[in-house]
């Protein structure tokens, strides 16, 4: 073995710092400390396999593939060698005060577990391999071509009132018939599925998993099954799909877009067959000190209804990008700086802006894709979560958005009308408790209320509270009430008449509440022993015209 | 030291690869084959520093600074070990047919040096650091003030008619008064510098050093002086301005634009002080096969008049971007795909179409820049290398435009008006032998003339020889002479009137020579003890207008 096996990556790094400084630049610390690993464990390779997926199952979504830190803070192998491994252990176990999970008090991961990502944490981040087109179309299967595809739907349920359903432990996605409450098919999907996507007529419906697999589901099948599915990252949490129509073209049903973590990228396909067509790198710098990143994640697609356009929200750069589909080989886009982190968001009521929230900055940046320009930014609360958001008109302000946030039970409600109400446009206009720090909330346009849950409430019984909040008259605050006594309440959903609401309770043994809106009572518990965690379920008709 | 310090770079890449394996996903070859350095030599930090160095210097331009290959093949460590020391010693010292220079030959390095490179060659290719505004910043300087700045010019010279001249193994710039054939004044420069650029006005004379160091000089002053540098990249070839004004906005002298080899990226400076101002990532994904490039290299920028836009050629992925400058914030741009190994272009006479080389692929690439597409591409000779191109009025096929070629001495004429002659259009109509495999063309609309050189014919002598072709007799093939007894002939420039050319022994003891274009006479030699190595020279008003 020669001297230069040995000498590492550091030593790479190091002679590629020489030369620049040599060229008489002073550049700011780089790459890795000498004998920095000094104090490294050591790991068999079956070891760090495992505990690569569990990072890659608990960790990467917060902190990174390279661990240089996003939602969470950077826990590369250099700052973690300062800690003791004792000390990591019991925060991987315990969780911190700053919103991180107990990963042993959870039950996820044993004790045996969290020592072993201890040590994984002190060894340099492993970089994941790229995935190119040739990759993407070796995983690509079209299960039922087009042509055998039938050409209108194949039974009686009314499919702008149907719903799907994460099944995410168990890999599944489940579709139910909002009329009946029926189940009408379960189908395979990737692993720990993030959302749903509806095509634009409603007949298709996308699942992402967290592997990067990406599936097509047809309702128009008499028991609607995976037409196609395709791998296209390694890890993913986003897919959207074209739902323009107009002068620049017809683009209904005709692409799909992933939104990849890793590698960091997106990916086009075909709206039909899912077949791989174009990747988009998103590496690029930071909007603020312009410094490159190696792995800006794609965190939020949201599709816009007047133009040829995907908007996509780039976390570490803190960029969102407007992608015109209209010609993908002369594809153009408008990167436009926000602020960092950024991670979910929807449109207001008008389609107009993107409401979009920079959690770990405490913001939601607003962006006008009409103008296709930077509009503001401006402060909420601890982290907040949006989801897509929720838009009413509020009696005393007119237009109004709101979020719910992470690190504290808080919904806030902002003007969000600069044409109709400048004087309180992107302004905080209302803050009210919720049940605790939650993940989403819902309204409708039929409806007089807005839904909040309260999923990251670290007691117990606090986390199976719903509290709904009265448009008419916020100030009042919520009506709480406690609607599980096991899992978790998360997400709601409501159907297309807006008279309903839709809730799970995420738990091994799960169930879908069903709520009469008007009369916050339960209509229908939908069990089952298919029903195993569910999370996000989307009604066809409000995912397609983005009803929240 | 422990186990994971000694696993190095491809146990991490295993690893990676490991876990997308059992993913499911079938992966290209990926990484570095184990026991692949197990024969590879060894060099001391000094020896790999200055192997880095003439790597830097001789090979990374064709080859690229990760070894991936562009003009010249890939080569990597482990293509490299696959061949004996003493045989890549002698391509080094000898080069090839396929066109790599002899280094040896050439007097560029000795025989121990080409030992250095080869053992240097099955080392795995140190990565350079990235670079950010703040390390920009940091070597910014603003040597004379915009409000110290004279308000007029402050001397009697006609600046439309001034020259900027390239020294460049001195490290500096010459300007020399086009009338008077005067020398007005010399300015350090980067090193080695690729081209000059003038701003919009002709006021100010942007340089690019090979080291990433830009400079600018402003002609107003009484002995033009570079009032301000950045060393913005660790590798760079190219410069322009923002030369728009109309609705969108005043752009005049306001931007100029960095293109990098290393880092993968651009810089818009300001076009009065060179403060940086936004960097933007070219790393991205190839044209064709859709996978991640880690080094794809700005080969050409040019500053479109009609649009606030540059067209920039992304050498490796074959992309064209046109980069909309008129909003940085929210910057709008156009990703088009073209041909692999973009290398030089310019534009047709009407400043619409942007003609660029593919070289390695020998094609010229057409985009359309006002409907910012890809219009075709076609086959010329053996790596086809126009510079910025020529373009003339052909008796026979009306407007054309023209290319020479590194690998071959030939001339190829294409027609380029899509408009007026569509049937000539992006066809290639006239071919005729030059002197030798060349570097430039030039031509200007008040000449009968079309100038090429020779410069990379392999015997001395040939590559002294000028071959002038008529526009109006172009069948008869060329004038040649030989116009120098020592160095090479390289590259030709107009003076305003279009009624002389300049062009360049390249030479350490090197010459201008100044022709009558009517009469191919010579009407002056400018000799000097400062004119080291003169290559590329630039008019003032034929580079603002692109008068080519």
Same mark, same amino acid.
């Given at each position: 073995?020669?001297?230069?096996?040995?000498?590492?990556?550091?030593?790479?790094?190091?002679?590629?710092?020489?030369?620049?400084?040599?060229?008489?630049?002073?550049?700011?610390?780089?790459?890795?400390?000498?004998?920095?690993?000094?104090?490294?464990?050591?790991?068999?390779?079956?070891?760090?396999?495992?505990?690569?997926?569990?990072?890659?199952?608990?960790?990467?979504?917060?902190?990174?593939?390279?661990?240089?830190?996003?939602?969470?803070?950077?826990?590369?192998?250099?700052?973690?060698?300062?800690?003791?491994?004792?000390?990591?252990?019991?925060?991987?176990?315990?969780?911190?005060?700053?919103?991180?999970?107990?990963?042993?008090?959870?039950?996820?991961?044993?004790?045996?577990?969290?020592?072993?990502?201890?040590?994984?944490?002190?060894?340099?981040?492993?970089?994941?391999?790229?995935?190119?087109?040739?990759?993407?179309?070796?995983?690509?299967?079209?299960?039922?071509?087009?042509?055998?595809?039938?050409?209108?739907?194949?039974?009686?349920?009314?499919?702008?009132?149907?719903?799907?359903?994460?099944?995410?432990?168990?890999?599944? &996605?489940?579709?139910?018939?909002? @009329?009946?409450?029926? +189940?009408?098919?379960?189908?395979? #999907?990737?692993? =720990?599925?993030?959302? $749903?996507?509806?095509?634009?007529?409603?007949?298709?419906?996308?699942?992402?998993?967290?592997?990067?697999?990406?599936?097509?589901?047809?309702?128009?099948?008499?028991?609607?099954?995976?037409?196609?599915?395709?791998?296209?990252?390694?890890?993913?949490?986003?897919?959207?799909?074209?739902?323009?129509?107009?002068?620049?073209?017809?683009?209904?049903?005709?692409?799909?877009?992933?939104?990849?973590?890793?590698?960091?990228?997106?990916?086009?396909?075909?709206?039909?067959?899912?077949?791989?067509?174009?990747?988009?790198?998103?590496?690029?710098?930071?909007?603020?000190?312009?410094?490159?990143?190696?792995?800006?994640?794609?965190?939020?697609?949201?599709?816009?209804?007047?133009?040829?356009?995907?908007?996509?929200?780039?976390?570490?750069? &803190?960029?969102?990008?407007?992608? @015109?589909?209209?010609? +993908?080989?002369?594809?153009?886009? #408008?990167?436009? =700086?926000?602020?960092? $982190?950024?991670?979910?968001?929807?449109?207001?009521?008008?389609?107009?802006?993107?409401?979009?929230?920079?959690?770990?900055?405490?913001?939601?940046?607003?962006?006008?894709?009409?103008?296709?320009?930077?509009?503001?930014?401006?402060?909420?609360?601890?982290?907040?979560?949006?989801?897509?958001?929720?838009?009413?008109?509020?009696?005393?302000?007119?237009?109004?958005?709101?979020?719910?946030?992470?690190?504290?039970?808080?919904?806030?409600?902002?003007?969000?009308?600069?044409?109709?109400?400048?004087?309180?446009?992107?302004?905080?206009?209302?803050?009210?408790?919720?049940?605790?720090?939650?993940?989403?909330?819902?309204?409708?346009?039929?409806?007089?209320?807005?839904?909040?849950?309260?999923?990251?409430?670290?007691?117990?019984?606090?986390?199976?509270?719903?509290?709904?909040?009265?448009?008419?008259?916020?100030?009042?605050?919520?009506?709480?009430?406690?609607?599980?006594?096991?899992?978790?309440?998360?997400?709601?959903?409501?159907?297309?008449?807006?008279?309903?609401?839709?809730?799970?309770?995420?738990?091994?043994?799960?169930?879908?509440?069903?709520?009469?809106?008007?009369?916050?009572?339960?209509?229908?518990?939908?069990?089952?022993?298919?029903?195993?965690?569910?999370?996000?379920?989307?009604?066809?008709?409000?995912?397609?015209?983005?009803?929240?």
């Amino acid at each position: 073995m020669s001297e230069r096996t040995r000498t590492s990556r550091q030593r790479l790094f190091a002679r590629g710092l020489a030369l620049a400084l040599s060229a008489g630049v002073a550049l700011a610390s780089l790459g890795l400390a000498a004998g920095a690993f000094a104090a490294a464990p050591t790991l068999s390779d079956e070891q760090f396999k495992d505990a690569q997926f569990i990072y890659f199952d608990r960790c990467s979504g917060c902190h990174g593939t390279l661990r240089k830190g996003a939602t969470g803070p950077a826990i590369n192998d250099e700052e973690m060698l300062k800690q003791k491994l004792s000390k990591l252990e019991e925060t991987i176990f315990e969780g911190t005060d700053a919103g991180m999970p107990g990963w042993g008090r959870t039950g996820d991961l044993t004790q045996d577990q969290a020592k072993l990502m201890s040590k994984f944490l002190q060894l340099p981040a492993p970089i994941p391999p790229e995935m190119g087109l040739k990759e993407m179309k070796a995983s690509w299967k079209v299960k039922v071509p087009v042509a055998e595809r039938p050409k209108k739907q194949q039974h009686d349920y009314d499919i702008d009132n149907m719903f799907g359903v994460i099944l995410r432990d168990a890999g599944k &996605g489940a579709f139910i018939d909002g @009329d009946s409450k029926e +189940l009408v098919s379960i189908v395979d #999907t990737g692993y =720990a599925v993030h959302i $749903f996507r509806a095509s634009a007529t409603g007949r298709y419906f996308y699942t992402i998993g967290r592997d990067g697999k990406v599936t097509m589901t047809d309702l128009y099948a008499k028991k609607p099954a995976v037409v196609a599915e395709a791998r296209v990252c390694l890890d993913a949490r986003s897919v959207d799909v074209s739902k323009y129509k107009g002068p620049k073209g017809d683009f209904i049903d005709k692409y799909a877009l992933v939104g990849c973590y890793w590698p960091p990228q997106m990916v086009v396909l075909d709206g039909q067959t899912l077949e791989p067509l174009k990747v988009i790198s998103t590496r690029s710098s930071t909007y603020d000190t312009n410094e490159y990143h190696p792995e800006p994640r794609v965190a939020t697609i949201v599709a816009s209804h007047h133009d040829p356009e995907w908007v996509v929200a780039i976390k570490e750069t &803190g960029m969102v990008w407007l992608v @015109d589909y209209s010609d +993908l080989d002369n594809l153009s886009m #408008t990167q436009i =700086a926000t602020e960092r $982190f950024l991670h979910d968001g929807g449109w207001d009521a008008t389609k107009r802006y993107l409401l979009i929230a920079a959690n770990m900055r405490d913001q939601i940046a607003v962006v006008d894709t009409k103008e296709k320009k930077f509009v503001t930014k401006f402060e909420t609360g601890v982290k907040p979560h949006p989801g897509r958001g929720a838009n009413w008109d509020d009696p005393k302000y007119g237009p109004v958005s709101a979020t719910t946030h992470l690190g504290e039970g808080l919904i806030v409600v902002y003007g969000s009308d600069p044409a109709g109400h400048p004087e309180h446009a992107w302004k905080v206009l209302r803050e009210e408790e919720t049940g605790g720090p939650g993940l989403f909330l819902k309204t409708h346009p039929n409806s007089n209320h807005v839904w909040t849950d309260a999923t990251l409430a670290k007691d117990e019984g606090d986390n199976q509270q719903i509290c709904v909040f009265k448009k008419d008259d916020f100030d009042a605050g919520a009506n709480c009430w406690q609607a599980t006594d096991r899992g978790k309440i998360v997400h709601f959903e409501y159907n297309k008449a807006g008279d309903e609401v839709w809730t799970a309770v995420w738990d091994k043994d799960g169930e879908i509440i069903v709520y009469d809106d008007k009369t916050l009572e339960v209509k229908k518990r939908i069990k089952g022993d298919w029903l195993v965690s569910p999370t996000g379920k989307w009604n066809v008709y409000n995912t397609v015209h983005d009803v929240y």
